[in-house]
């Protein structure tokens, strides 16, 4: 891969694919035996990051968002289910290359061959040249030695027994958009009753009556007889009427809230037991 870092380095980091959609984030690094050099990631999928999918290294790069690989995200969703178990077989290695339509490396003949099943099941001679990759431990953040190798450290402090590598199982815990419930906005005519006072006005008859002098004109003779005389009263009464008008606007509205939750959940860890033959516990 192209700016070749140090597992440790790779441990983590977000997987993007070519068209920047984050895959998720590397669980384990498998390492080439023959270079040492990484060749294989698993990425952690799905919920709470439960799956991890294979994805190859080939023509990867690094930059500061993550590892950046030649690989859709469809592909590593339906890259054959593998478990991360410490090691890849030739069989496993080679169903993974089909997927992804890369060409197989040349390897060196399998450098197990000859080996019993009980070496295996002990985890001895745990190196599979045929499928030329060896597992970069989470915890540990060491890739697998090979039988003949020896770290620097390692280097002049003479004979040095068998690995046995301890794992522990960690909480990642993440968010989902989930749907909680509906909330619904609606309007409804409810009938209810208004007392309004409005003035009104009506006419009524006032007799007027004035007497007659002579100053006045009364210098006529009258005669006597009988006289009618109509007046038409008139009376304002309320009339009502109604019109619709628009006096209010509503509208529904979502704002995030954050808060914190406490989640639990259950994680696994192996120990070490140390015990001679005799069953004496050794520290």
């Known amino acids: 891969m192209a700016g070749t870092l140090q ?18 984030k590397v669980g384990n690094v498998y390492l080439a035996d023959t270079t040492r050099e ?48 410490g090691h890849l077989s030739s069989t496993e290695s080679a169903e993974l290359y089909r997927h992804y339509g890369l060409p197989m490396p040349r390897t060196a003949p399998d450098a ?9 099941a002990a985890g001895r001679g745990k190196q599979d040249t ?21 770290s620097m450290a390692d280097a002049g402090s003479g004979t040095r027994g068998e690995e046995m590598i301890r794992s522990e199982e960690r909480l990642h815990v993440g968010t989902e958009q989930v749907e909680t419930g509906h909330v619904r906005l609606r309007k ?8 309004v006072t409005v003035p009104v006005s009506h006419e009524e008859v006032r007799l007027e009556r004035e007497p007659i002098t002579e100053a006045r004109g009364g210098t006529g003779r009258a005669e006597l ?34 808060e914190e939750q406490t989640v639990t959940g259950e994680v696994r860890k192996e120990q070490f037991d140390v015990q001679d033959d005799a069953g004496k516990r050794k520290h």
């Open 112 to 120: 197990n061959a000859g080996r019993s099943n009980q070496d295996r």
């Open 7 to 24: 597992p440790q380095q790779l441990m983590d980091s977000a997987v993007v694919d070519p068209d920047g959609n984050k895959i998720g």
């Open 188 to 195: 409804y005519v409810v009938t209810e009753e208004q007392q």
């Open 225 to 258: 007889g009988e006289q009618e005389q109509d007046v038409v009263l008139h009376a304002e009464k309320p009339v009502i009427s109604k019109e619709t008008v628009p006096v209010e606007r509503a509208r529904l509205n979502t704002e995030t809230v954050t």
């Open 130 to 150: 045929a499928a030329g990759r060896g597992k970069m431990d989470t915890a540990a953040g060491r890739g697998t030695h090979g039988r003949g190798e020896r």
């Open 38 to 85: 990484p060749e294989w990631i698993t990425v952690k999928t799905g919920l709470f990051g439960s799956k991890e999918s294979f994805v190859p290294l080939s023509g990867a790069n690094v930059d500061n968002d993550g590892i950046h690989v030649n690989v859709a995200k469809d592909q590593v969703s339906e890259a054959p289910r593998i478990d991360a178990d």
